[in-house]
C-alpha cells in the first residue's frame, strides 16, 4: 500500500542515488543551515570506527558541533526522559570500507520499503528509483580516500530513515579561515584540526551530513517514539532475532525470538537497543532494528 512515509522514501533515495555522494574535487563544500530543527538526535558509534586507524578520536563532538552550528538538529539530552527523535549511527575509513559499510543502511533501506508495502509499487512509479540498489556503490579510487557514513534511524520502528556519505581525497576547506570559521569549530570539537587526516574527515562528515539534512521531508515524516515506554506499549518481532543479557549485539543470547513475537517493552533505552518482557516474564534486550 502506498503511503507518505513509503513515497516519501522512495524519493529521498532517488536523491541520494546521485553525484551528492562524492565530492567535486574543485568544490568546497558549505555546511547546510536550518530555520528550525528536524528533531533530537543521538549519536550511536557504528562499528567500523575508522577514526582509530587515523590515531584521531570519536566524531561525536563534530557531529554534534555541525548540528548545532547548522540548526538542523538539537542535542538529545540522555538525562531527561524524552527519547531522542532519531538515532545517528557514524563509520569511516577509505572510500572502499565505507562503501561496504554502507551496504547496511541500503539495505535497511530496501528493508524500509517492504516493511511499508510500497516497495514494488513505488519502484516502478518513482523514475531513477531503481539506483538506489547501487546508490553507494563505485566510489571508490586508487588514491587514499577518507570517507565517512551516517544514518539516521527512526527508534520508533528502527527503521533507517535516510543516509549520507562523504568521501574526500584532498581537503578543500579552509580550517583557519575566518569565512569557514564553523569548519575549524566543528574539527575543533573533535580534536581534528590540525590533522591532514582529521580535516579530510570532517569535509567527509560535513558532506554526509549536508546528504541528511537533504532528505529533511523523510525524516520529517518519519514516526516518533513514544515517551517513556511502559507496561501499555508493546514490540513485536519483525525478524528472527534474539533477546540479549545486555544492549550490545555481543551480549549473551537469552532466548531466541520468532518474527511476529510480541514483548512488552520496560521504557529502558540504550542506543539501538530497548529493554523488553517476553509473556513468560523473561526480560532482556533487542534491538529496534528487529522490531516493527
Known amino acids: 500500500m502506498k503511503n507518505a512515509f513509503g513515497a516519501a522514501f522512495a524519493a529521498s533515495l532517488v536523491m541520494v542515488a546521485g ?75 577509505t572510500a572502499e570500507e565505507v562503501d561496504k559499510g554502507m551496504e547496511l543502511a541500503k539495505g535497511a533501506a530496501t528493508e524500509a520499503l517492504v516493511r511499508s508495502g510500497a516497495a514494488s509499487s513505488l519502484l516502478r512509479g518513482v523514475p531513477g528509483a531503481g539506483a538506489m540498489l547501487g546508490m553507494f556503490g563505485g ?26 556519505q562523504g568521501i ?28 591532514k587526516n582529521g580535516e579530510m574527515l570532517t569535509e567527509a562528515f560535513v558532506i554526509a551530513f ?17 515517551g517513556g515506554g511502559g507496561a501499555d506499549d508493546e514490540a513485536v518481532v519483525a525478524v528472527d532475532t534474539v533477546m540479549r543479557a545486555a544492549a550490545s549485539t555481543d551480549a549473551a543470547a537469552v532466548r531466541s525470538l520468532r518474527a511476529g513475537t510480541e514483548l512488552d517493552p520496560t521504557g529502558k533505552r540504550e542506543g539501538l537497543f530497548i529493554e523488553v518482557k517476553d509473556n513468560f516474564g523473561t526480560t532482556g534486550w533487542v534491538s529496534v532494528e528487529d522490531l516493527k
Open 139 to 164: 566510489l571508490g579510487g586508487k588514491k587514499k580516500t577518507v570517507a565517512a557514513g551516517l544514518r539516521v534511524v527512526s527508534p520508533a520502528n528502527g527503521l533507517t530513515v535516510a543516509a549520507g
Open 168 to 195: 574526500v581525497k584532498k581537503s578543500s576547506i579552509d580550517f583557519g579561515g575566518g569565512a569557514a570559521g564553523w569548519a575549524g569549530t566543528a574539527a575543533n570539537a573533535s580534536g581534528y584540526q590540525g590533522s
Open 19 to 93: 553525484p551528492l555522494a562524492a565530492k567535486d574535487k574543485d568544490e568546497t563544500p558549505e555546511l547546510v543551515r536550518c530555520d528550525e530543527s528536524i528533531g533530537s538526535i543521538a549519536l550511536v558509534e557504528g562499528d567500523q570506527a575508522g577514526w582509530t586507524d587515523w590515531g584521531l578520536g570519536s566524531p561525536r563532538a563534530l557531529i554534534n558541533a555541525l548540528a548545532t552550528e547548522s540548526g538542523c538538529f538539537t542535542i538529545d539530552n540522555p538525562n531527561d526522559s524524552a527519547p531522542a527523535r532519531f538515532l545517528v549511527t557514524a563509520i569511516a575509513g
Open 210 to 226: 549536508n546528504q541528511l539534512v537533504a532528505q529533511r521531508e523523510l525524516m520529517s515524516a518519519a514516526p516518533e517514539a513514544a
